[in-house]
């Protein structure tokens, strides 16, 4: 029993020791990451040179050809650059005047549930009151079709 704890416990200095060399060689290897982008060395420059001043940085403009650029594009609806709280809101208002039926400005659970109890009924093609996994599975959004060649 004394062989095994002896042999355990050099097993765990040796790789304590090991761990700890790795460490001291780990803390002194040169860094190879990638290269800091030019706002971040702009700034370090500035702060180093004892400067006040930062430079002047714009945001970052969103590309029209990906998704962030295309939602954006969808938000602001007058084009201007920029997005108002009128033109975020603007179509949660529409989709909310839709379940307001009586036009009080308020949603009360039946107006609510309506919505609801209609997908359900034009989802239960054999009107059972039950979901099968094909029906069920004919309620998920449908998603618009992409285009595979703009030609």
């Known amino acids: 029993m004394m062989r095994l704890l002896a042999g355990a416990a050099a097993a765990f200095f040796a790789l ?40 002047d940085l714009d945001p970052p403009a969103a590309d029209p050809k990906d998704k962030e650029g295309r939602r ?7 084009d201007d650059g920029k997005v108002s709280i009128a033109e975020l ?22 107006e609510w549930a309506a919505r609801t109890e209609q997908k359900f009924a034009q989802a239960d093609g054999d009107h059972n009151g039950w979901l099968t996994p094909q ?17």
């Open 16 to 55: 304590t020791g090991a761990f700890i060399f790795w460490q001291g060689r780990a803390a002194n290897a040169p860094t190879t990451g990638p290269a800091a982008p030019a706002a971040t060395a702009a700034l370090a420059s500035a702060s180093m040179s004892g400067s006040p001043e930062l430079p």
């Open 72 to 78: 954006f594009a969808r938000a602001d609806r007058n």
């Open 89 to 110: 809101l603007d179509p949660r208002r529409k989709a909310f005047a839709k379940l307001d039926r009586d036009g009080n400005g308020s949603l009360s659970f039946d």
């Open 135 to 151: 029906e069920y599975a004919a309620t998920a959004p449908k998603r618009p079709k992409r285009k595979i060649c703009s030609c």
